[in-house]
């Protein structure tokens, strides 16, 4: 008999590679530390929690993630069946009813079959075939335990902005307006300030308390994802030149740009929640209500969320992984999910399945061959791979988007281009389905949540 596979994490892609490799029929050991520990963000005791947003972005199928989900149904990924289950009316966007997901795969891995669930924080590296699928808040002992096999730290940090209530936000200050009037003109809220308020506002960042990483954690950023407060810090007017630019945005009762602005963009259709773009923060959360509610429209702010700044662990996946997916210096050792550096629910789910197929193909002694470079799932791993980006660029972490394929050829226009994306990945993903492990199903319609409801 051979050795179960040890998957660690049950979350959206360990639940995803495990359901997978016992479908393809490996016995399995999935390991969660949950409910005995939880990461700062995971509350449920259930599988495959969202931490976040209940959304699973657009379902669009000539969008890159729509491509995705399209494919994951294809492929028979129990992510997407629980999505498509427990579906909520949200435009073209697959948002879904939270609980009743991740109860849909927690039942799918939970039933006795080919999965053993051994709750419990995993802190040494297990033997044989193992599956990393711990997420981007890998709990801190096996971060430490792993990187003894990599070599190197494994974090860095993500910044999130804060979230305030609609009807809480001063319109008589508050006017709304899109830059130079793009989209439907009016798409953001935008808090004007003049210069003296913009300097106190500089000022106040600078010397708000802001909250101190471990001794052991050396905080890195992105620098396209800088702490408000990290920016402020590097020049009076950096704000000002960036998240802050008033360019584009006239203030009606003025008829003038203002001195600086603080944009805020709707979280959700009703407009009930707003996201101050650009404000991550590592301000305690006292900080943030004191400075922020400061801002002109503000004053009486209700705060839906506040900004935090969180832990992202992640490989550098092209230099450390094999084509497999599995440690160069430690072949035995897979990885899943965000882990490897792809961002976002479904790109994890979406890795979880790929790593499932390296696992089974290292099993069975077979070819691993993922989905063409032309098709989601096969973007993804080029991304992981290190094959969609220039030698030398630092690797980072992506969600799925058309720069990840190879280029279409020919001159289009944006949305010829997007059809052009799609369909060919239709035609490759076909191709490539005739020599798949297992049955994929013919391409359908994405099932609306209109119809959901009928059907339900
Ligand atoms: C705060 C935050 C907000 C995010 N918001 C969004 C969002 O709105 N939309 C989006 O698309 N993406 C979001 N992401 C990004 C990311 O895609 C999700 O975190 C996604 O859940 C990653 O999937 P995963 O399976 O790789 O990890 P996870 O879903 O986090 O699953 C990892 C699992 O491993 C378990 N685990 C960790 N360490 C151990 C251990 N030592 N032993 C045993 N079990 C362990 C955890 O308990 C967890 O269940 C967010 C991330 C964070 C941190």
């Not at 503000?298 to 997916?325: C, K, V, Y």
Request: glycine share 8%; hydrophobic share 40%.
């Amino acid at each position: 008999m051979p050795t179960p596979i040890t998957v660690i994490g049950a979350g959206l892609a360990g639940s995803e590679c495990a359901f997978q490799l016992a479908r393809l029929g490996h016995e399995v050991v999935l390991r969660e530390q949950k409910p005995q520990k939880r990461s700062p963000a995971h509350h449920s005791n259930a599988f495959a929690e969202l931490v976040c947003s209940n959304s699973l972005r657009s379902d669009n199928p000539e969008s890159a993630i729509g491509m995705l989900h399209a494919e994951l149904r294809r492929v028979g990924s129990v992510v997407l069946e629980a999505a498509d289950a427990n579906r909520v009316p949200a435009g073209d966007a697959l948002a879904v009813e939270r609980e009743g997901f991740s109860a849909h795969i927690t039942r799918a891995l939970s039933g006795g079959g080919r999965v053993s669930i051994v709750p419990g924080e995993v802190t040494e590296v297990p033997e044989g075939d193992v599956v990393f699928a711990t997420g981007p808040l890998t709990s801190e002992a096996l971060t430490t335990a792993l990187a003894r096999f990599t070599g190197e730290k494994l974090y860095f940090y993500d910044a999130i902005a804060p979230i305030v209530a609609g009807d809480s936000i001063d319109r008589a200050i508050a006017f709304r307006a899109s830059r130079w009037g793009k989209g439907d003109g009016d798409d953001y809220l935008n808090l004007p300030l003049s210069k003296d308020e913009y300097l106190r506002f500089v000022n106040e960042l600078r010397s708000g308390q802001k909250v101190t990483p471990h001794a052991f954690e050396e905080p890195k950023y992105f620098e396209g994802c800088l702490p408000i407060e990290v920016m402020a810090e590097r020049g009076e007017q950096v704000l000002a030149f960036g998240p802050m630019k008033p360019v584009g945005l006239t203030d009606p009762r003025t008829g003038r740009w203002p001195h600086a602005v603080v944009q805020l963009r709707m979280e959700d259709r009703a407009g009930t929640a707003w996201n101050l773009v650009g404000f991550q923060t590592r301000l305690t959360w006292p900080e943030q209500k004191r400075i922020f509610g400061m801002l002109p429209g503000l004053a009486n702010a209700e705060w839906l969320r506040m900004g935090q700044i969180h832990r992202n662990t992640f490989l550098d996946s092209p230099r450390l992984l094999s084509r497999e997916l599995s440690l160069l210096a430690e072949p035995r050792l897979f990885f899943a999910g965000q882990i490897t550096g792809v961002e976002g629910y479904v790109e994890s789910t979406a890795c979880g399945y790929l790593t499932a197929l390296a696992v089974h193909a290292r099993r069975t002694g077979a070819p691993f061959a993922p989905p063409p470079a032309t098709t989601a799932l096969g973007a993804l791993y080029r991304h992981v791979t290190g094959e969609a980006h220039p030698p030398g660029a630092p690797y980072q972490p992506t969600n799925v988007v058309f720069a990840l394929f190879p280029p279409v050829p020919g001159r289009l226009n944006k949305g010829q281009k997007r059809q052009a994306y799609a369909a060919r990945s239709r035609v490759d993903f076909d191709a490539w389905a005739v020599s798949a492990p297992h049955p994929v199903r013919p391409a359908v319609e994405p099932p609306t949540a209109a119809a959901h409801a009928v059907a339900g």
